[in-house]
C-alpha cells in the first residue's frame, strides 16, 4: 500500500512524503509500523488526533477509528488537522 | 485588574458625552475577557429596543492574563448583531489589548449616539470625543492614516497606542461591516462595524502608558520564559508560523471538507494554486505579530497592481489567512492568488467582514445562475472564477448602490428572503458559513454555537479525528468546548495557543499573578460564562430549535460523507435540551 504524507507531518518522516509499505492489517498497525520507521513520536501524535487520515480519499470517522481493516492496494494519506483561531 | 481586587470599567455616552469609571469586585467571578464582557452586555443590554438603537451597548473587554504572558492578546468586542439580530461576539489581536492593560481600564461601556459624527480618544486619565466629520467616508487606509496623524500623545512611542476604525460599509449600516484594528486585525464577523456606525463613532484611539509592577517576580519569569520556549522552538505552534492557517487547504480539499464555489461541490480542483505553500512562495513579504506574541502568524502577502497606462504601478499588501482565501477566492471559483490579494484588499478598504462578503457573493452568484436575480439587480455579470466583476460587486455591496446590495447588505438569509434562493445560502442562523463542511460537528456546532461561529465550541476538529460518530458523544462535546472556550476567552488567549495553555498551565498563570484558583474554578467559571451568554441570547429571542439549516448542506457531501438532515435536527434538539436544563439548574 501507499503512505502520503503532507504538509508538516513531514518533519516526522525526515522529509518523506511516499512511502510503500507491505499491506497491514488496520490502521493502527500501520502506525505501529510508522513509528518503527520513524519515531514514536509519531505514533504518539498521530493518535492523539492530531492528524487526519484518509484511506483512498476518505476520512477515517466515516470508516471507523483505528481498527479500520486496510487492503493491499490502498492509498493511506496522512495530513495535518485544519485549525484556525 | 492585575494586582487588583476589582475590574475597571470605563463607561462612555456618546450623547451626553458623559464619562465614569467604576471599580466593580462583583466581576472578578468572572475572570475577565468575555466573562466580563458578557456580563456588563446583559446589565447594559436594552432587548425591547431594535438592534442599532443608540441605547444599545459595545463592550470591550481585555482578559485576566493580558499580554504578560506569551500569546494571551485579544480584546473580545460584544454588541448586538445587525446580522443575526442577536448575541454579536467578536475578536481582535494587534496592539489593542496592550494598550487597555496600559491605559488602565479592563472594559469599556459605550452607549448612546454622539451627535455629530465622531471619534474616541481614550488615554490614561483623560478620554475625550472628537470631531470626525472630516474623516467620515474615507477608506479605512485613509482613516488610519489620519487617526495616526492626530492622535500623538506626549512623550508617546507608536508601540503604546492601538486605533480601531471602520470603513464605508460601518457607516452605511452593511450588516456585516467590520472594524479594523491597527492596519492588519479586525473585529471582522457580525457587524461591530455597522454598530460604531450607528452610533456616529468612526474609530477609537486607546494610549496607554502605565507599567505594571509583576509582584511574584521569580515565579513569574519561569513560567514566562517556559511558555516562550513552547511557544517558538516546539511544534506547537510552527505552522502558524510557517505557512500559517492556509495549510489547511489542502487537508480540508483532500478530505472533501472545502466548501468550493458557493459550496456546490466539496473540494476545488485548483487548491494547490491558492494554497499556504503557493501564497508563500509568490506572495508572502512578511510575517507579523500580536504585541505580546513571539509567534508571527500574520502573514502579509503583497501584489503589483496597475493603477494607470503608462506603467503606473503601486504595491498593495494585505493580511491573509485560510478563512480570506477561502471566502474571497475558492468560495467564488477564484485560483488566482494576486486576484485573491485584490478582493481582500477591496473588502478591507470599505471595511467589510471577508468572510460573510465572499459567502453573499457566492449567493448571488448562484441566485444570478438560476434566474432568481438578474443583471439589472447585480449591475455586473457575477460568474465563478472571475475576479472583475467581485470587485465591482464589493463597492456596490459597502455603498448599498440599489435595492439589491442594500438587501445582501443584510446578510444571505435576507437577501435570499427577499429574491428566493435560500436552500443556497449558506448560513447558519443568520451567520454566512466558516470554510469547513466537515460534518456534524461542523453543521450543529455553529447551529448551537453562542454566535454561530466555527471556534464556539471547535466542532470541525470533532470531525476531523479519528473516533466514530456518536450523536450523543458529539453533542456532549460540543457543550463541553463550548464553556471551556468560555474560561480560555475570559484570559484572553489566541486560540492558537490552546495547545500551549492547558488547564495546569493556566492555574499556574493566573497564580502567578495573585490568583489563587483550582481546577474547579476554572471549570465553574466556564459554565458561569455560557450560561450568561445563553441568557443574553434568550432575552434577544433566539431559540436553538429555530434554526433552519439551508438544504445545500445536506446536498453536498462533507468530509463525512452527506450529511442526514434528521441526525442534525436531533442534534440540535438534543443540545437544546441540554442548554434549557442548564439554565434552570442551580449553581454557576
Not at chain 2, 488602565?104 to 486619565?125: E, F, M, P, R
Not at chain 2, 503608462?310 to 498593495?316: N, P, V
Request: proline letters at 2%; charged letters at 25%; aromatic letters at 10%.
Amino acid at each position: 500500500m501507499i503512505v502520503m504524507f503532507y504538509g508538516e507531518v513531514k518533519k516526522f518522516t525526515n522529509g518523506d512524503n511516499l512511502i510503500k509499505v507491505d499491506a497491514l492489517y488496520d490502521l493502527n498497525s500501520l502506525i505501529d509500523k510508522l513509528s518503527e520507521l520513524y519515531s514514536k513520536d509519531f505514533h504518539k501524535i498521530v493518535t492523539e488526533n492530531e492528524w487526519l487520515i484518509l484511506i483512498n480519499g476518505e476520512a477515517t470517522t466515516t470508516t471507523g477509528a483505528m481498527n479500520t481493516r486496510l487492503k493491499e492496494h490502498d492509498k493511506i494519506e496522512i495530513l495535518p488537522m485544519a485549525e484556525t483561531g | 485588574m492585575i494586582n487588583e481586587k476589582y475590574i475597571k470599567v470605563l463607561y462612555i455616552n456618546l450623547e451626553t458625552e458623559k464619562i465614569h469609571i467604576e471599580h466593580r469586585e462583583d466581576l472578578m467571578q468572572y475572570l475577565g475577557g468575555v466573562g466580563i464582557a458578557s456580563k456588563l452586555f446583559l446589565e447594559n443590554l436594552k432587548p425591547d429596543l431594535p438592534p442599532m438603537d443608540a441605547e444599545q451597548p459595545i463592550v470591550f473587554a481585555i482578559g485576566a492574563a493580558t499580554y504578560v504572558f506569551p500569546v494571551i492578546t485579544k480584546t473580545v468586542a460584544m454588541f448586538i448583531s445587525p446580522l443575526t439580530g442577536e448575541l454579536g461576539e467578536s475578536y481582535a489581536g494587534a496592539r489593542l489589548a496592550m494598550t487597555l492593560l496600559m491605559a488602565g481600564y479592563d472594559a469599556v461601556v459605550i452607549t448612546g449616539k454622539a451627535k455629530k459624527q465622531s471619534y474616541l480618544s481614550i488615554a490614561t486619565n483623560n478620554v475625550s470625543v472628537k470631531d470626525a466629520r472630516a474623516i467620515w467616508g474615507l477608506s479605512v487606509t485613509e482613516v488610519g492614516q489620519y487617526i495616526r496623524d492626530r492622535e500623538r500623545h506626549k512623550g508617546q512611542a507608536d508601540g503604546k497606542r492601538s486605533i480601531l476604525y471602520i470603513g464605508p460599509a460601518g457607516e452605511n449600516g452593511v450588516s456585516f461591516a467590520g472594524v479594523t484594528v491597527d492596519t492588519y486585525r479586525h473585529f471582522g464577523r457580525l457587524g461591530l462595524g455597522a454598530c460604531m456606525g450607528a452610533k456616529n463613532l468612526k474609530a477609537i484611539s486607546v494610549y496607554g502608558n502605565r507599567s505594571i509592577p509583576i509582584l511574584n517576580h521569580k515565579k513569574y519569569l519561569k513560567l514566562y520564559q517556559q511558555l516562550y520556549k513552547k511557544s517558538t522552538v516546539t511544534e506547537y505552534m510552527a505552522k502558524y508560523h510557517d505557512s500559517g492557517t492556509p495549510e489547511n487547504i489542502m487537508p480540508l480539499n483532500k478530505g472533501g471538507g472545502l466548501p468550493t464555489r458557493n459550496m456546490r461541490t466539496n473540494s476545488f480542483e485548483e487548491a494547490g494554486r491558492v494554497c499556504g505553500e503557493s501564497f508563500a512562495l509568490k506572495n508572502l513579504v512578511r510575517k507579523m505579530s500580536c504585541t505580546g506574541c513571539p509567534v508571527g502568524c500574520i502573514h502579509i502577502g503583497m501584489y503589483r497592481r496597475e493603477f494607470d497606462k503608462g506603467h503606473e504601478y503601486e504595491a498593495i499588501s494585505v493580511s491573509y489567512d485560510y478563512e480570506l482565501i477561502f471566502a474571497l477566492g475558492i468560495f467564488l471559483g477564484i485560483s488566482n492568488t494576486d486576484s485573491i490579494i485584490a478582493l481582500i484588499n477591496e473588502v478591507e478598504e470599505y471595511g467589510l467582514d471577508a468572510i460573510s462578503t465572499g459567502v453573499c457573493l457566492g449567493w448571488a452568484t448562484d441566485a444570478l445562475e438560476k434566474g432568481y436575480i438578474t443583471d439589472e439587480d447585480t449591475l455586473v455579470n457575477l460568474q465563478f472564477g472571475k475576479p472583475e466583476a467581485y470587485i465591482t460587486a464589493i463597492g456596490n455591496l459597502a455603498k448599498g448602490v440599489n435595492a439589491f446590495y442594500q438587501a445582501l447588505g443584510k446578510g444571505s438569509r435576507h437577501a435570499a428572503s427577499i429574491y428566493g434562493g435560500g436552500e443556497f445560502a449558506m448560513q447558519i442562523a443568520g451567520n454566512e458559513m466558516a470554510g469547513y463542511h466537515t460534518g456534524y460537528g461542523s453543521l450543529v456546532g455553529a447551529a448551537v454555537g453562542a454566535r454561530h461561529s466555527h471556534l464556539d465550541n471547535g466542532g470541525y476538529s470533532l470531525d476531523q479525528n479519528n473516533e466514530a460518530f456518536d450523536e450523543d458523544k458529539y453533542v456532549d462535546a460540543l457543550f463541553t468546548e463550548e464553556c471551556e472556550r468560555c474560561m480560555t476567552n475570559s484570559l484572553i488567549m489566541c486560540l492558537f495557543a490552546r495547545k500551549i495553555y492547558d488547564r495546569q498551565t493556566i492555574i499556574d498563570s493566573l497564580n502567578a499573578l495573585g490568583w489563587t484558583l483550582t481546577d474547579e474554578d476554572l471549570t465553574a467559571i466556564g459554565r458561569r460564562i455560557y450560561k450568561i451568554k445563553l441568557e443574553i441570547k434568550k432575552a434577544l429571542g433566539f431559540r436553538q430549535m429555530g434554526v433552519k439549516i439551508p438544504k445545500r448542506f445536506f446536498e453536498t457531501p462533507s468530509m463525512n460523507g452527506i450529511l442526514d438532515e434528521d441526525v442534525v435536527k436531533s442534534m440540535i434538539r438534543k443540545y437544546s435540551e441540554k442548554t434549557e436544563e442548564f439554565l434552570t439548574s442551580e449553581g454557576d
